[in-house]
């Protein structure tokens, strides 16, 4: 099993940038879930897509963003959590002046 | 669907405390992913329990724990988050000052 210290994770250590396209990093993977990160930098977006059988979350760490899920849009800041239920095309873009930080679940696991 | 606005919600606003033992709510359910809260008052327990197939996060909102990940023990604390793997033992007790505030989530959803 290995050491049980592998088991936590600071989120703000798996924080990061890329210039060309969102950030992304995976914390976890089991058969079930993947626990990973998104970031994304002021302007920057996750163009809208679906996952046919998973279910998806975003949990906003820091910073806000305008979600994509179905034809609607939602504001979503620090502290809330975004649910995107298998089926629903779902997206972000930054359109703050920080960092948008997200943790992210899929299940199953991709 | 309804409206989107059900699709995102603030995690403090599903904080509560019970007298009698730790604090539960629903925030999400679909058929791959369970996602709620968990909250414990200072000196609350979660006792070791185990998912056989279920993989199963905490994300460490406020506050601190002490985390059983097997037989070892491991503490986390506000923006961490622990992983359960299907089959490994796991609970928490709050040994700090202030509630512990937990994101959860649980895959499939039991």
């Given amino acids: 099993m290995g050491c049980m210290m ?6 703000a250590d798996y ?3 890329r210039e ?6 995976t914390l976890f993977r089991g058969t079930a879930l993947l626990l990973g990160m998104n970031c994304l930098e002021p302007g920057q977006v996750q163009p809208p897509h679906d996952h046919v059988d998973q279910d998806k979350f975003y949990y906003v760490v820091a910073g806000n963003g305008r979600f994509w899920l179905g034809d609607e ?3 979503a ?8 239920p298998a089926g629903l095309a779902h997206g972000v873009r930054n359109d703050g002046h920080e960092r948008l930080t997200l943790l992210v679940g899929i299940a199953p696991a991709p």
Wanted: proline share 0%; hydrophobic share 60%; aromatic share 12%.
């Fill in 6 to 11: 592998d088991l936590v994770k600071t989120v």
């Fill in 20 to 25: 060309d396209k969102f950030f992304k990093a």
């Fill in 73 to 75: 849009q939602v504001q």
């Fill in 77 to 84: 800041a620090a502290g809330d959590v975004v649910w995107a």
């Fill in 15 to 17: 924080a990061g940038a």
